[in-house]
């Protein structure tokens, strides 16, 4: 394995922000994420296309196959050369137009969409090109390599047990949340309230980008009186469906519709 052993430069974060800027909405989730679970978020990140720093550093990139982050708490991550010189990897120091907080990777992290949060280290200080493959901390431990998203809708509305009135809402029960799919984008979310025998087309809400989730309502005028159990199930902009077999997160990611109960009175 050969790395550049030496930095072919060194930055500043003022010097990084010199650079030509790019922003980008683009939603995290983690690879611990459960089906229908809350470790998914969206955000606008600001930074330098990672394709742009590598140029302005003059590296070389003849046989380079993986790039490595490192961060400074002692976390590494590989990705394969292919997938950091794609316009949408960015090395970002704003998220929501302000300096990113602590907890998202003050000063600079990379975003690396259509793969699990693991994959975009946080606190970044180093990055090596290697000639070969790299498995970093959590690749160690067992967890997936390509670490791609795994299409799943949620179910915000109504949450979980929640008792809705007919009355108060004029007869309407609307159910909804979002979907994600990563890179590849949401083409459709579908819902059933009779336990997965028929389905119904929700209501996209255009994305904030091709990277970001999808929010998804559909409105319903004639549920009876009684309990529920709804299924929500993404198709994603490839026309994949979601699977419907159930995995727990654990090594690539959770998969299965996502399910939530509620009663509808009078």
Not at 62 to 85: K, N
Not at 108 to 117: E, N, S
Request: hydrophobic share 40%; net charge negative.
């Amino acid at each position: 394995m050969t790395a550049l052993s030496n930095p072919v430069k060194t930055y500043t974060l003022s010097e990084l922000a010199a650079l030509p800027q790019t922003s980008e909405y683009s939603t995290f989730e983690c690879v611990s994420n459960t089906v229908n679970g809350n470790l998914i978020s969206n955000g606008q990140w600001t930074g330098v296309k990672i394709s742009d720093l590598l140029s302005d550093a003059g590296a070389n990139l003849d046989g380079i196959e993986y790039a490595v982050f490192y961060s400074a708490d002692g976390y590494t991550v590989g990705l394969p050369i292919s997938r950091v010189m794609q316009p949408d990897s960015i090395l970002a120091y704003f998220m929501n137009g302000q300096s990113l907080p602590v907890n998202h990777g003050y000063p600079l992290r990379a975003v690396i969409p259509g793969l699990y949060g693991m994959m975009s280290a946080k606190w970044l200080t180093r990055i090596d090109l290697l000639n070969t493959s790299y498995s970093g901390y959590w690749q160690s431990e067992g967890y997936t390599e390509n670490a791609v998203v795994n299409t799943l809708a949620f179910i915000r509305v109504p949450s979980n047990n929640q008792v809705v009135s007919l009355s108060k809402y004029s007869n309407t029960v609307i159910i909804g949340g979002y979907a994600f799919a990563g890179d590849r984008g949401i083409s459709k979310v579908e819902v059933s309230v009779d336990g997965g025998n028929t389905w119904q087309s929700a209501t996209l809400k255009p994305p904030l980008s091709n990277l970001s989730w999808v929010l998804w309502a559909i409105e319903y005028n004639n549920l009876s009186t009684g309990f529920y159990n709804v299924y929500a199930r993404a198709t994603d902009g490839t026309g994949a469906l979601e699977t419907a077999a159930v995995a727990a997160p654990f090594p690539s990611g959770a998969t299965g519709y996502a399910s939530s109960s509620f009663e509808v009175v009078s």
